[in-house]
């Protein structure tokens, strides 16, 4: 892979997994899925999964004429419509139900084991970017180790 421009869909995806690595950083005991588990109802998570992250993403990217602000590129409108699906997506994936993580079994619910497994393939896909883009000092997680 030649360019290490991220693509704009992985820009949540970094966003996720850096939240996720700052919890394991201040938590060393932590393991991955401890991490995860803890990133889900945290104040990002309830910003990405209400799709209000989005929202204000693209009103941004709106008020700029839909130009990147770093690289004054215009952002084609394919691109744009893959970040609301993107949008919608999460908001499928993450829904919220406040404290209905765990049955009395203590196994996640059917919901809450959708958002884990989302959030875990958005940290799959951040450091798939980062190897393929040979950026591997980004990986922290070594998930897909």
């Not at 401890?34 to 992250?53: D, L, P, R, W």
């Not at 839909?66 to 004054?72: P, V």
């Given at each position: ?7 704009y869909v992985l820009f949540v995806a ?132």
């Amino acid at each position: 892979m030649q360019s290490k421009e991220k693509p704009y869909v992985l820009f949540v995806a970094e966003i996720i997994y850096s939240q996720i690595c700052e919890i394991k950083k201040k938590n060393p005991s932590f393991s991955n899925i401890n991490a995860v588990e803890n990133f889900i109802g945290t104040e990002k998570y309830k910003e990405i999964s209400s799709g209000e992250f989005h929202d204000k993403w693209l009103k941004q990217l709106k008020n700029n004429n839909f130009k990147d602000t770093k690289t004054k590129k215009q952002i084609p409108l394919e691109t744009i419509r893959l970040l609301e699906i993107q949008r919608d997506m999460m908001v499928k994936q993450l829904i919220q139900f406040p404290n209905l993580y765990y049955a009395k079994s203590h196994f996640p619910l059917e919901i809450s084991q959708r958002a884990f497994d989302h959030i875990w393939r958005m940290c799959e896909s951040f450091e798939l970017w980062c190897k393929e883009s040979k950026q591997t000092n980004l990986i922290y997680l070594k998930i897909i180790d």
